[in-house]
C-alpha cells in the first residue's frame, strides 16, 4: 500500500515562491512516475508536472508552468518535490502528489494520492 505525504503548501503574495513536498511509503516495484496535480474550486484537476524516476531529467510541464516551476526527485528518500516562482493567482489550488506509471505527459496515470495541499496566490 502506497502512502503520500504532501507538505510546504501556505499562501503567498504574487511574485512568491513555495516549496512543495511529497514523501512516499510502501512499495514502488511498478512505480514510474511522481507528479503534482492541482485543482482549483470549480475546475478539473489537471496535471502540473510530471517526473520519470527512472531517468535523471525526464521531466514535463503543463504550459501554464513552464519556466516558473520545478519538479525534482530523491530516490533514496522516495521524494518529489516541487518548486514553484513567480506564483500567480490562477495558481491558487489544492495540490496533490502523485504516483504511478509514467507516459510522457504533465501528469502520472493509474495514480496513488496523497491528502492534497493548499497553495493561495493572493495579495
Known amino acids: 500500500q502506497v502512502q503520500l505525504v504532501e507538505s510546504g503548501g501556505g499562501s503567498v503574495q504574487p511574485g512568491g515562491s513555495l516549496r512543495l513536498s511529497c514523501a512516499g511509503s510502501?512499495?514502488?516495484?511498478?512505480?514510474?512516475?511522481m507528479g503534482w496535480f492541482r485543482q482549483a474550486p470549480g475546475k478539473e484537476r489537471e496535471g502540473v508536472a510530471s517526473?520519470?524516476?527512472?531517468?535523471?531529467?525526464?521531466?514535463r510541464y503543463v504550459d501554464s508552468v513552464k519556466g516558473r516551476f520545478t519538479i525534482s526527485q530523491d530516490n533514496a528518500k522516495n521524494t518529489v518535490y516541487l518548486q514553484m516562482n513567480s506564483l500567480k493567482p490562477e495558481d491558487t489550488a489544492m495540490y496533490y502528489c502523485?504516483?504511478?506509471?509514467?507516459?510522457?505527459?504533465?501528469?502520472?496515470?493509474?495514480?496513488?494520492w496523497g491528502q492534497g495541499t493548499q497553495v493561495t496566490v493572493s495579495s
Open positions: 502523485a504516483q504511478g506509471r509514467w507516459v510522457g505527459l504533465p501528469r502520472c496515470v493509474d495514480n496513488s
Open positions: 510502501g512499495s514502488t516495484y511498478s512505480i514510474s512516475c
Open positions: 517526473i520519470d524516476i527512472r531517468r535523471v531529467g525526464n521531466t
